[in-house]
Every structure is written in C-alpha cells, then in structure tokens.
C-alpha cells in the first residue's frame, strides 16, 4: 500500500516547528512560569549537550574500563554494519488498526533503531570513522519512516499519513536517541545528516510538545498523567531539547515544562513510595525518573534536582523493598513473567542516597541488547560516565526480613539467615494496569516462583478496552483467590480491602485481609484471608480462608502455577519450575474436589487448581493452604 506524501504540510510542519523554537518568548505557557524559563535559562551551557563526554573527549572514552566495557558491543558492531537496515514494512504497521494485533508492528519499529547504539558506541570506542557510513544510512532510514509513533497510539492513522505529529512513548525515545547520537558523535558525522536528523526531531517531536506547554497540555494527555508515560515521555522530550536545541533560552523552555509536569508522575505514588503500576512499570517509569533527573543535574551544574522530595527516595527504594528474595519479585499487576527489579535504576538510587547496597553504576554491563522502549545511548552514557551527585532526605535503612506498604495493604516477606522461601500479598496497590486480585499473592523459593500471580497477558486492543476484565490471566479467576457462589471479584481499582491485622519479626510475619468488598453478594457475611510466612528451621507460607454465608452457596478458591505440578500419593500438591520443588498440603472445614486447567488467552499461559467445596456451603467454613519446600 503506497503512503500518501503530503510535501506542502510538510514545508508548514517544518516552518512552524522553526517559529516555534526560535525565541523561548516566542508564545505564553499556560502552566510554565516565564520568570522560571528565565531563570533556568541563566542555569545552562551556553551550548547544548548530550549525556555524558562527547566521544572526541579521547580522556573519558580511551579509558581502558571504559573500553571494556564496551567489548561486547564493539564486537557485535561490524556484524550489525555489513546488514541493511532492517525494512520498513506497512502491512506490520496497519495490522493493529486492522485487527488490534500490536506485535508485529512494534517489532518491526523495535528492529529497524535497535543497532543505532551499537554502531554509536563501537564509533565512540574506536574513534577511526569505520562505522560513520552505517550510521549515517541508519540515521536517514530512521528520519525517514512514515512516523515514530507506536501503532497502538495512532488508531486513527494521522501520524502514519502525515496528517499529525504525537508524541508517545516510543517516539519521545527515539528522538532523544538520534539526539543523543547527533551530540555524541558531532561534526564528525556528515552535515546533510546531522540536518536531516535534527529537522525531522523538531517536527515530530520538539514543536508539537512545545505547542502543548502553550496551551496547558492539550494534543499530548500524557503531561498530566500520573504514570509511566509521564515520566517516559517528559524525560525523551527534554533530553532531546537539551542535546539538540542551540539557543539556552529555548532549553530552557523544555526545562521548565519537565519541571512543572513530571510533578504528576510523583502524584501516582502514595507516601510509602508503592508502585501502584506494579513492578514492571517502576522498572519503565523511574528509570527514565532517574534519567531525567541525571539530565538536569548535568544540565544545571547539579542546580535542578529532581531527587530533592521525600516521596522519590521512598519510590527509589521500592525497587529494593519489593523483592521477595534476590531477583524474585511477585508479579502483581501487568508484570511480565521475566521481570526482575532493574539494577541500572537502583544503582543509581544506591549511590545517590548513599544507601550502602551491592549495586553500582560501575558493575552494570553495556549490553547489546536492550529493552525496546528505552534510549540505550543515553543509559550507556550513565552506566559509563555518570557519578550521582548526592540526595539527601534520610539515612539508609534497612531493607529487613519484612516490607509493610501500609498506605496499600502490601505485605513483602523476606526469607530469615539461610533460608530461601519467600512470600507477597497485596490487598489493594492498584494502578492503571490493575488486575482484579484482592488477596493476590506469589511464593518465592530461591530464585524461582513455583506458585502465585501469573503477571501479564500480551498487550492487544482488547487489553485496555471495556473488554479488559473478560480475559482471565486479568480478572480474578486466574488468580491465586477464591470464586464466591460463582462470582468473580469486582474491578480492584473501585475496592477498598480492609488489613485487619499486621504483624512481624524474626520469627516470621502475617496479614489478615477483609475480602468481603471484593465481592457483590449479599449473602456473603465474611470472607477474611489470613497470610503467614513462618521462618526458622521449618519454613512455611499458610494460606487461610475463612467465610460465612447466610445462605447455602458454593465456593472454591485457586492455586496458580506456570511450571509443572503433580498430585503426589499422600494428596499434597508438587509445583516446580526447574530445581525447586514447593509441596501444598490443603485442608477444609468440609469435603473438597481439586481440578487442575491448563490456560493459554491473550498470550499468557497458566494453571489453576481450582480447590471447590463438593457441597454448598452455610454458616462458618475455611479452607487451608500450608506450603512448604520440598526437601533435597
């Protein structure tokens, strides 16, 4: 399908976009201060900057750790070189506006910039002019595609035809790439590119975010939102004005609209600094926090520090709160089943609040392969060169054998000395990627999870549509959390789950959870769950339901696993991933049935063991799930 070119659009698009960032005076911001662009304005270079030394600064880039670090991309770099950029393909693009299908686009985007960094650091390695015709083809290609924005961000096709720039998530990285690469890089890459790059990055990105800071953030919603995509986007954008845009004041302007807005992404965090997002999403949305925040440290001679609130250092150290045991975290909310607490964003915490912990800046790899949605110069730039100036706002706690998120109903509960069993609950704690699973939990055994929440499906058009709570792996049936006379749990987000009690200490911690409002039933007089991790020489988690009807009901509760699993001949339950074997012992008040279903929907697969009471149930009843580690 051919795209439909638009060359006088195009020549308005670009005069615009150079009114508009000629003079920071040029148009009044309806949030922004003018007298706060001024003042920042006396805080910057008079020359704009990337991240980090350019790579002509032979000092910072010949130093031999910074060269060996910088072997494996290096190596792969002339591979990457001798390929063609890989295509642009329509069809990949359009399928989700066809069908709701969003891989295959985003693959494709995700191919075609995924080699920028590593031909840019290989260059800035070696600095001898071998990969600059690479880089140059690859730059172009990028400029040149139809348009930066996801397929899922542009239902209606306005940016794949020319129509409209917007800037989301994907684009705002990609310009602070190219920018990042321009900075990096500088007269030694040809003019006609460097051009080229710079005039594409003004129009689809600096002017359309610079017209929003005019009119209070019309055309881009993102700028009051209180999640990830504020951060995301905010932190490509600015980066982007502060390596590209020549003129200090115009800086300036990006600057302060970073500033003023990023205040939002702070406002979707309660005061013990719990991820409502979930895990995965902390990982996305603080680490481009923390970039942003090494962007205007180094941008204002550590002037303009984002770290300077008491609620950032609690969300910093969420990172490391939140696992269950090393590498092992409970994967509430849309976390994907690989996901682990990113350790480039706590060491930089680390070492910017002096936290005393393992991680540093200095051990993370350079690696060829990043996250997608990311800018994997810029991070490489921090990984390398960066030295976080200090933040203060307390001293370094802790993390302790238990984590209580109080203000959310979060339990976290570590393993005691030698010990390897660990466990998470969660009564509330949801954000705008809520499953519907009060009572939720997951079981750490060493590095592997063999039961608990199953994380996230594969993202489609369904996934954030009115039909989101119809896919199972998303609304309460596939969760580790009881079905109630058939019904399923009311969406999370509208309920309010009482923590009836809190407890803990060396010994071992619990939870009591109210999880009656989860449920719209009238003849359900109590549902209480109650969670505890006991340590010591026998290590345990037992799960307890207990419930009350005023009429006969039914009632089952569920075990969730991803590995394997088998009935043994005493009746206990085997789960295992690879190594660790987790035995479930289940008790009731009255006879039960189990029934284990195998479950693949929206790209995620799982099993339930349904535990279903054979008879209706009234009055008082429980059931009881006492897990233990196999022995070796």
Not at 203 to 220: F, I
Not at 306 to 314: A, G, I, K, Q, T
Not at 324 to 352: C, I, K, S
Not at 515 to 542: F, N
Request: aromatic share 10%.
């Amino acid at each position: 399908m051919p795209r439909p070119r638009f060359p006088k659009l195009w020549a308005c698009v670009l005069w615009l976009a150079g009114a508009l960032l000629t003079s920071a005076h040029a148009g009044r911001f309806a949030d922004i201060a003018p007298e706060r662009v001024a003042s920042l304005a006396q805080q910057l270079a008079e020359q704009p900057s990337g991240l980090g030394p350019a790579c002509q600064d032979r000092s910072a880039w010949g130093q031999a750790d910074v060269q060996r670090r910088l072997q494996e991309v290096t190596k792969a770099a002339e591979k990457i070189a001798a390929q063609p950029v890989p295509p642009w393909d329509d069809e990949a693009y359009l399928e989700y506006s066809r069908s709701g299908v969003r891989g295959n686009g985003e693959r494709m985007m995700n191919a075609r910039k995924a080699g920028l960094h590593v031909l840019v650091l290989a260059e800035c390695s070696q600095w001898a002019g071998s990969y600059l015709p690479s880089i140059s083809r690859l730059l172009q290609a990028l400029s040149t595609q139809p348009t930066w924005t996801w397929p899922a961000h542009d239902k209606e096709l306005r940016n794949f035809r020319g129509q409209r720039f917007e800037v989301d998530l994907f684009a705002a990285d990609t310009a602070n790439e190219l920018a990042q690469a321009l900075y990096l890089l500088g007269d030694k890459l040809d003019g006609p590119t460097r051009k080229m790059v710079r005039d594409t990055v003004v129009q689809r990105v600096l002017a359309p975010v610079r017209a929003s800071y005019e009119t209070g953030g019309k055309d881009h919603w993102w700028l009051k939102a209180d999640h990830n995509w504020n951060a995301v986007c905010l932190k490509g954008v600015t980066g982007t004005a502060l390596a590209l845009l020549p003129d200090r004041e115009d800086r300036a302007v990006f600057v302060a609209g970073a500033e003023y807005y990023i205040r939002n992404y702070l406002g979707g965090f309660p005061p013990d600094g719990y991820a409502l997002e979930g895990p995965g999403y902390w990982n996305y949305g603080f680490s481009h926090y923390t970039e942003l925040r090494e962007m205007l440290m180094q941008a204002t001679a550590n002037w303009l520090d984002l770290f300077d609130h008491p609620l950032v250092r609690e969300v910093a150290l969420y990172g490391y709160r939140f696992e269950m045991t090393p590498g092992n975290v409970a994967l509430f909310g849309d976390a994907g089943r690989n996901t682990r607490m990113d350790d480039t964003t706590r060491a930089y915490a680390n070492e910017a609040y002096g936290l005393g912990l393992p991680q540093t800046l200095f051990s993370q790899s350079v690696s060829v392969n990043t996250p997608a949605n990311s800018s994997p110069l810029v991070q490489a730039s921090i990984k390398l060169f960066s030295k976080p100036a200090p933040a203060g706002h307390g001293s370094a706690p802790a993390v302790g054998l238990q984590t209580y998120f109080n203000t959310v109903g979060v339990l976290v509960s570590r393993p005691g000395p030698g010990e390897t069993l660990g466990f998470a609950i969660k009564a509330g704690g949801n954000g705008n990627h809520s499953h519907n699973d009060v009572g939720s939990y997951a079981i750490a055994l060493g590095a592997e999870q063999p039961v608990g929440d199953a994380g996230a499906t594969v993202y489609s058009s369904k996934t954030f549509s009115k039909d989101r709570f119809t896919i199972r792996g998303i609304n309460s049936w596939g969760h580790p959390v009881p079905v109630v006379a058939g019904q399923l749990q009311r969406e999370s987000t509208k309920v309010k789950a009482p923590v009836l009690e809190q407890r803990g200490d060396a010994n071992g911690s619990m939870v009591r959870i109210d999880m009656k409002p989860a449920y719209a039933l009238d003849s359900l007089q109590k549902l209480e769950r109650s969670a505890q991790h006991i340590r010591g020489p026998e290590p345990k988690v037992i799960i307890e339901d207990a419930f009350r009807f005023s009429t006969p009901q039914p009632f089952e509760t569920a075990i969730i696993s991803t590995g394997q699993f088998q009935r043994l001949a005493d009746g206990t339950l085997d789960f295992w991933q690879k190594r660790e074997h987790l035995r479930a012992h289940i008790s009731a008040s009255q006879a039960i049935e189990l029934q284990t279903e195998t479950v693949t929907e929206e790209g995620l697969t799982f099993n339930r063991t349904a535990i279903r009471f054979l008879q209706a149930v009234t009055g008082n009843a429980w059931v009881r799930m006492e897990f233990t580690p196999a022995p070796r």
